[in-house]
């Protein structure tokens, strides 16, 4: 069983908006924290956004602050991040992880997807 399916990517003008999803085994997401990542072409994996189990605690790169929102279902398994205003710069592969520690490092991960695309245009 695949522990993290991302989903939600694709092709959008400057300013537009998307969601991206990411689907959990029941063991995965039973970790404390669940990230998002991301990763454009020939840069490292970079922290964009982290949630707890609860859902109260919630950390954002400085890039997307006031921008992206993460979110969790626990009743369906899913963390969702919502992506407005974007820019150019957004575009990347998109990764949904999941750890035990709170951190923004991704060596700190104990699960990973295998992403989703999303490219922004100007």
């Known amino acids: 069983q695949v522990p993290l399916v991302e989903s939600g990517g694709g092709s959008v003008q400057a300013g537009g908006s998307l969601t991206l999803s990411c689907a959990a085994s029941g063991r995965t997401f039973n970790a404390p924290f669940m990230y998002w990542f991301r990763q454009a072409p020939g840069t490292e994996r970079e922290f964009v956004s982290a949630i707890n189990w609860s859902g109260g605690m919630t950390g954002y790169s400085d890039s997307v602050k006031g921008r992206f929102t993460i979110s969790r279902d626990n009743a369906k398994n899913t963390v969702f991040l919502q992506m407005n205003s974007l820019k150019p710069e957004d575009t990347a592969v998109y990764y949904c992880?999941?750890?035990?520690?709170?951190?923004?490092?991704?060596?700190?991960?104990?699960?990973w997807g295998k992403g989703t695309l999303v490219t922004v245009s100007s």
């Open positions: 992880a999941a750890g035990v520690i709170w951190t923004m490092s991704s060596t700190g991960m104990n699960y």
